[in-house]
């Protein structure tokens, strides 16, 4: 057993990612950079099924990423914890909740297609959650290779600030090397191993002089504008060295002020050793970053959590099922320190947890360690309480991360066990899979008795039943993709509502008045107390909430109810037979009969879609849109003779439109999906589809 991650100096740390659409090349990037750290002997390709960090078997099959697997390696000295996260739109909630945890990212962007839809939502995530971020054009050999169009589209359709610190020698089939722009130097790579290895030369090729001047001075204007130092050297045409540029530089991409820009092709071996050097060179070690914000739990105050701080402090950002240890919880460490057979406490459960064992991971391999110090990634073994998003502290300091926030699924489909033997498993297995994905949930629909899933997509949903199969071994039949539709009031209205129970014994008495009105879209459900001189006791208040999210699991027609503000504006209660859970009867027949009242609306997903076609296609896949009752909101052209077209489109109407748009553009087609918002069924549809007339 090692002795954990003690020895490692914080500043030698870095926590990256690796994001991208899907297809850029990713698992590709973090294979050679597993190769060159010496992690792995031998290279994975995702194409033959072998990539380290696609371990999943459905991953292999399909060359794509589903969860974001977890590993660590060295280079120069620096501990490097790597994050590979799933391009396909399916599975951002794994993005998500990867970059909530990581200090810097590597944007992975092919040299042809440049910034593509899905590159753009993971580029908005890390904006959010302000990442730093290098960027890595790859795939240069490719025809249509084109790297200065990429770095322009990051300036024009990102608003990022990339600068250029590599130039590319030659392009498509020609490429060969790369020219540092801050060191002046050509590295040459070795044709005929695949560019495995490379020669270094001090001198930049006469024909490129001009060009690479050309990014060197977009570099020094650049960091003018962050350096005072560089600006008066720049002005006055004085040698500026380069370790100021390496700290100034270092220092905006920290601050998120630049975004330094690599370029190579992962799958030649070409880029890959500088690309380690430059996250090595500018992306943050924990102590870099200033403090994370946290919330006392007892007094509701803010907190600032260092890496310096002796009390212990960890986040629960992943929970993994494994077939040989069981429950993984992954967690980075912000804090403190975590060790084994020591006890945690989890403030939001209120529960004690002790952590059997400590794992460092490599992918789906693991290595026991005594303990996990701040600024490491690591996983818990034996962990009863905690879910994704969990704090783990101390009894004696108690505080909250930020919650971390997910989608609602918003496609369901119905499963059944095959046979009596799989009734218990199934129940069993997918409590387990909902534990370790937030955006898939599970209910049981009251009218058919039916199991119901829901997920994010058709693709994130096929995965989950497959893994089912093959993980958990049960058997089980699928029944056709269901829309999840949502109910809100139409207008707002006043209810009163008495609940009244005398028996032999202790009676039951709660006496509620709301006013219920509708919200924008997005809000779900808000709730207010606004009642006065303690009319409702505040240990019924609680009753009432209960009773309130009781009510919108399910609304009129059956589905949850979303988008409503409930406010307690009177009531009254009975000195014996008042109790929290009379109130929370109350308050589901308050909040059904308030609904009835306000003539429910029933709302269903529209998706934001961005569909790339051939020029000469896009008549036809627009009409084809439109009978979709598709709303196409724009056009953009992107090389190679294609243009992009924007729409949002319900999702009921997207089912199978994969084969529809291959059959129309000759299989040259491709298309992204993701939700936008919940709008109002049409009066026909609703007709047509459940027969309902307001």
């Given at each position: 057993m090692s002795n954990g991650c003690r020895n490692t100096y914080l500043g030698d740390i870095r926590n990256i990612g690796i994001m991208a659409h899907i297809d850029a090349g990713k698992t590709t990037t973090t294979e050679r950079i597993l190769f060159y750290t010496g992690v792995s002997r031998k290279m994975g390709e995702v194409h033959e099924g072998t990539a380290v960090m696609d371990w999943m078997e459905q991953e292999q099959e399909r060359g794509i990423t589903i969860t974001s697997a977890a590993t660590t390696c060295y280079w120069k000295e620096k501990r490097i914890n790597i994050i590979d996260t799933p391009g396909h739109v399916d599975f951002t909630v794994e993005v998500e909740r990867s970059l909530r945890i990581l200090d810097g990212a590597i944007a992975v962007f092919c040299a042809v297609a440049g910034v593509q839809p899905q590159s753009e939502t993971v580029w908005r995530q890390a904006d959010r959650y302000k990442v730093p971020r290098i960027a890595f054009v790859n795939k240069m050999d490719r025809i249509g290779a084109d790297f200065f169009n990429v770095v322009k589209m990051m300036k024009e359709v990102l608003g990022a600030n990339a600068i250029a610190v590599q130039v590319p020698v030659g392009k498509e089939e020609t490429f060969c090397g790369i020219v540092d722009v801050i060191g002046m130097k050509t590295y040459y790579y070795d044709s005929d191993i695949l560019g495995a290895s490379y020669r270094e030369v001090d001198e930049v090729p006469g024909d490129m002089v001009s060009v690479v001047n050309e990014q060197r001075e977009k570099l020094f204007e650049a960091l003018s504008e962050y350096d005072e130092d560089i600006m008066s050297m720049y002005l006055e045409g004085s040698e500026?060295?380069?370790?100021?540029?390496?700290?100034?530089?270092?220092?905006?991409?920290?601050?998120?002020?630049?975004?330094?820009?690599?370029?190579?092709?992962?799958?030649?071996?070409?880029?890959?050793?500088?690309?380690?050097?430059?996250?090595?060179?500018?992306?943050?070690?924990?102590?870099?970053?200033?403090?994370?914000?946290?919330?006392?739990?007892?007094?509701?105050?803010?907190v600032l959590v260092t890496p310096s701080d002796c009390e212990p402090g960890a986040l629960v950002f992943k929970i993994m099922s494994d077939p040989y240890v069981g429950e993984l919880s992954f967690v980075r460490v912000y804090s403190g320190e975590l060790k084994t057979g020591q006890q945690y406490y989890n403030p939001v459960m209120e529960k004690t947890e002790r952590i059997g064992r400590l794992l460092r991971m490599h992918a789906n391999k693991r290595e026991d360690v005594d303990s996990i110090s701040a600024g490491n990634i690591g996983a818990i073994v034996g962990l009863k309480h905690s879910t994704t998003g969990s704090t783990l502290c101390s009894k004696q300091k108690q505080f909250l991360f930020e919650k971390m926030v997910f989608p609602e699924p918003v496609i369901s489909i119905a499963i059944e066990p095959k046979t009596k033997a799989d009734e218990e498993k199934l129940a069993f297995s997918l409590e387990k899979l909902a534990k370790e994905d937030p955006s898939f949930k599970v209910r049981t629909d009251e009218d058919t008795g039916q199991t119901l899933i829901s997920g994010m997509g058709e693709l994130h949903l096929e995965i989950l039943v497959e893994r089912l199969r093959r993980e958990f071994k049960v058997d089980a039949n699928v029944g056709s993709p269901m829309v999840s539709y949502r109910e809100t009031f139409s207008k707002p209205v006043t209810m009163e509502y008495k609940h009244v129970k005398q028996t032999g014994g202790k009676g039951q008495y709660a006496h509620v008045v709301f006013e219920v009105a509708p919200l924008d879209s997005g809000k779900g459900i808000e709730f207010e107390d606004v009642t006065k001189g303690g009319v409702i006791p505040k240990e019924y208040i609680k009753g009432i909430e209960k009773g309130i999210e009781a009510a919108s699991f399910s609304g009129k027609y059956g589905f949850p109810v979303v988008d409503v503000r409930v406010t307690l504006i009177d009531g009254s209660t009975h000195e014996v037979d008042s109790s929290e859970m009379a109130f929370q009867v109350a308050a589901v027949n308050c909040f059904r009969e308030a609904e009835e009242k306000s003539v429910p609306k029933i709302l269903e997903p529209f998706m934001k879609v961005e569909i790339t076609v051939p020029e000469n296609c896009v008549g036809d896949v627009v009409g084809n849109l439109q009978a979709r009752r598709a709303e196409v909101e724009g056009f953009e052209d992107v090389p190679g003779g294609l243009k992009i077209i924007k729409a949002t489109v319900p999702l009921s109407e997207m089912f199978g439109y994969m084969t529809n748009l291959r059959s129309q553009t000759q299989g040259r087609g491709t298309f992204t999906m993701q939700f936008s918002c919940y709008k109002e069924l049409p009066e026909s549809i609703r007709k047509q589809k459940f027969g309902i007339i307001y």
């Open positions: 500026i060295p380069r370790e100021k540029v390496y700290a100034a530089l270092r220092k905006a991409v920290i601050a998120n002020s630049i975004f330094p820009v690599f370029c190579g092709t992962a799958f030649k071996n070409k880029g890959v050793q500088l690309l380690l050097d430059g996250v090595v060179e500018y992306l943050p070690s924990p102590a870099d970053l200033p403090p994370v914000e946290a919330e006392s739990f007892k007094q509701g105050e803010k």
